[in-house]
């Protein structure tokens, strides 16, 4: 055998080599991205999981569709049982354990609606369903539940992750600073440092950044009636009697109520809401939108 002849047979060989390498190390690669991926959809592939979005309790991307609807319910004032027809409650999404949950609100129309005690916790699915818990909110007296347009969020104190319901009104349109504290995993409500706001209002707008919430704005139906400008930071870690501050430089260049509030990159957001005309107890909205860095 010539020298030409084995080189060309070394460089046949190595060359073979390098491809069966290559081979070897996608195959590996690709076979570890797919235990990956499927990891991270619950040990299904992402084709599986994408391709039956229905096995999984989720809508196709982008559309709206019908899940569970809440159950019926009995009331004191009006015997039999009803679809609830809920409004004005709270809602939070409570990552620890992936649930939903509703708190408050009223059933009904203006006029003949009715003020709700009850929390919901909505477990996902196809379609999901919903369970009423044991905690009540506030009292028995139906005069008594201030449990329309309260300020809900999820925040975490020394005890652990729960759910923040501050402020709300009656059905009388009378406002509570109170704070109550909700413990999904418990099924069990405490208090906190009431809202110290001065006259107590029912909150405008809210937001929570950095494991505070802050509330700003709100409204008030007693009297002449009346919005507000001032902003309020509540702190859950803080010692109890000193979680409430009022930042005095940071009130609204508009008082308003019922404001949409929000964070984004490091601001916070109060966005439309209504201002008051006192001489026609009317509520009008606007199109003011400001943003404060906290």
């Known amino acids: 055998m010539n020298k030409r002849l084995l080189g060309s047979i070394v460089m046949a060989s190595s060359f073979a080599l390098v491809l069966l390498v290559a081979s070897v190390l996608f195959s590996s690669n690709h076979t570890q991205a797919q235990k990956m ?32 609807p809440f159950p019926t319910i009995t009331i004191q004032s009006t015997p039999g049982s009803y679809p609830l027809k809920l409004k004005r409650a709270g809602a939070a999404a409570y990552f620890p354990n992936g649930k939903l949950y509703t708190l408050g609100g009223r059933h009904g129309v203006d006029g003949v609606d009715y003020p709700l005690q009850w929390i919901y916790e909505y477990t996902p699915g196809n379609p999901g369903s919903w369970v009423r818990k044991n905690a009540l909110l506030d009292g028995s007296q139906v005069g008594s539940r201030y449990t329309a347009n309260m300020a809900v969020s999820v925040l975490t104190d020394a005890n652990g992750v729960r759910i923040y319901a501050v402020g709300g009104s009656s059905i009388d349109s ?49 009297g002449a009636g009346g919005v507000f400008t001032d902003t309020w930071r ?24 019922f404001i949409a509030g929000g964070t984004l990159d490091g601001k916070i957001y109060a966005i439309g809401g209504d201002t008051w005309n006192a001489g026609t107890r009317t509520l009008v909205p606007v199109t003011n939108v400001e943003m404060m860095d906290p």
């Open 37 to 68: 991926s499927a990891a991270g959809s619950g040990g299904k592939s992402n084709v599986a999981a994408q391709s039956t979005p229905a096995a999984k309790g989720h809508s196709p991307a982008g559309i709206w569709s019908d899940i569970a």
């Open 234 to 257: 509540f702190d859950p870690m803080a010692p109890a009697g000193s979680k409430w501050t009022q930042l005095p430089t940071a009130n609204l260049n508009l008082g308003r109520a």
């Open 174 to 222: 009378i406002a509570t600073p109170a704070v109550r504290v909700y413990d999904p995993g418990a099924d069990s409500l405490t208090s906190s440092d009431v809202w110290p706001a001065n006259p107590v209002r029912v909150p405008g707008g809210w937001a929570v950044y950095n494991n505070k919430m802050y509330i700003f704005g709100g409204f008030s139906d007693v």
